[in-house]
Nanobody
Framework: QVQLVESGGGLVQAGGSLRLSCAAS????????MAWYLQAPGKQRELLAR???????GYADSVKGRFTISRDNAKNTVYLQMNSLKPEDTAVYYC?????????WGQGTQVTVSS
């Protein structure tokens, strides 16, 4: 069973940057298209960015031009570089497969952007 561990969140001022990491325990994760999701308080989890095995990326309109997803298949790790952060980016961030069936969710990493 693949386990996902997200890290890199924290408190940052508006306009700042953070880099999130998602480490997958099993090598099989390198074969999947992966994605970052966010869940804001009181809202449903939504997909922000996705990346194929060969590195082709796609983004939600809300983060296009500000966030960059990348992956290192040798390290079984997916990254999310977050620039120009806004208070509305405050949420818990998770990684998972981009397509069904999803893996078991990790604990996520909290990102808080102060104005």
């Amino acid at each position: 069973q693949v386990q996902l561990v997200e890290s890199g969140g924290g408190l940052v001022q508006a306009g700042g940057s953070l880099r999130l990491s998602c480490a997958a325990s099993g090598r099989i994760a390198s074969f999947y298209s992966m994605a970052w999701y966010l869940q804001a308080p009181g809202k449903q989890r939504e997909l922000l960015a996705r990346i194929t095995r060969d590195g082709t990326a796609g983004y939600a309109d809300s983060v296009k031009g500000r966030f960059t997803i990348s992956r290192d298949n040798a390290k079984n790790t997916v990254y999310l570089q977050m620039n120009s952060l806004k208070p509305e980016d405050t949420a818990v961030y998770y990684c998972n497969r981009a397509l069904q069936p999803l893996l078991e969710w990790g604990q996520g990493t909290q990102v808080t952007v102060s104005s």
